[in-house]
């Protein structure tokens, strides 16, 4: 079965600051991967997302996120984090049949 | 493109009354739509797996009778809560994939909030 782990619930950063969101995952083979952003009450939009090819994903919104298969982690990374980024955050994982499951998600909170 | 709506975005409704959300893709067609139901600070989980013109695939522990899904063409999936408590009370929230895309990307709905008095 295929599970996603994002270890941090809070993060609480700096504008301006730099900005990395862990996510692990478990999954039996290549995983489709993804990173969504959700603001209060709405729905989810994608940030990125990894197939194959180059493990360093170029996203939205100044995002990248680079998929470490001996890790089995894909982390989200911003060099510059706006008052705009605070939101939601959720890493996912998908398989050949389309079934996505969401890690539990980390709040963003950005001080001014 | 790809865009993906959601009919209503809020609703209220009594218990014990039935509540039906319409899923649509605008711009593209859909042979899978996915049904999720998100808690207060919560994540996503999968409820169900509507496909065009076949049954819906439910996940472990979601009742087929009390969510009724509905995948009539491929641009439109419904969910029916029936007999609707208050413990239904979530943001559920569709997605679905592009037949064309030919890539494992589903487009998300901006989200229906039930509550459930």
């Known amino acids: 079965a295929q599970s996603v782990t994002q270890p941090d619930i809070h993060i609480t950063v700096s504008e301006g600051a730099s900005l990395e969101l862990r996510c692990n995952y478990s999954?039996?083979?290549?995983?489709?991967l993804f990173w969504y952003v959700q603001s209060p009450g709405q729905g989810l939009q994608l940030l990125l997302k990894?197939?194959?090819?180059?493990?360093l994903v170029q996203g939205i919104k100044g995002f990248e996120a680079e998929f470490k298969r001996s890790q089995s982690s894909f982390n989200l990374r911003k060099p510059s984090v706006h008052w705009s980024d605070a939101a939601e955050y959720f890493c996912?994982?998908?398989?050949?049949?389309?079934?996505?499951?969401f890690g539990g998600g980390t709040r963003l909170m950005v001080k001014p | 493109g790809a865009v993906v709506s959601q009919h209503p975005s809020r609703v209220i409704c009594k218990s014990g009354t039935s509540v039906k959300i319409e899923c649509r893709s605008l711009?593209?067609?859909?042979?899978?739509m996915f049904w999720y139901r998100q808690f207060p600070k919560q994540s996503l989980m999968l409820m169900a797996t509507?496909?065009?013109?076949?049954?819906?695939?439910?996940e472990q522990g979601v009742e087929k009778d009390k969510f009724l899904i509905n995948h009539a063409s491929l641009t439109l999936s419904t969910l029916t809560v029936t007999s609707a408590h208050p413990e239904d009370s979530s943001f559920y929230i569709c997605?679905?994939?592009?037949?064309?895309?030919?890539?494992?990307?589903?487009?998300f709905g901006p989200g229906t909030r039930l509550t459930v008095l």
């Open positions: 997605s679905a994939r592009d037949i064309l895309a030919g890539n494992n990307e589903q487009f």
């Open positions: 509507s496909n065009e013109g076949s049954k819906a695939t439910y």
């Open positions: 711009d593209f067609q859909a042979t899978t």
């Open positions: 990894y197939f194959s090819g180059d493990t």
């Open positions: 999954y039996g083979a290549t995983p489709y």
């Open positions: 996912a994982v998908g398989n050949a049949g389309n079934m996505l499951t």
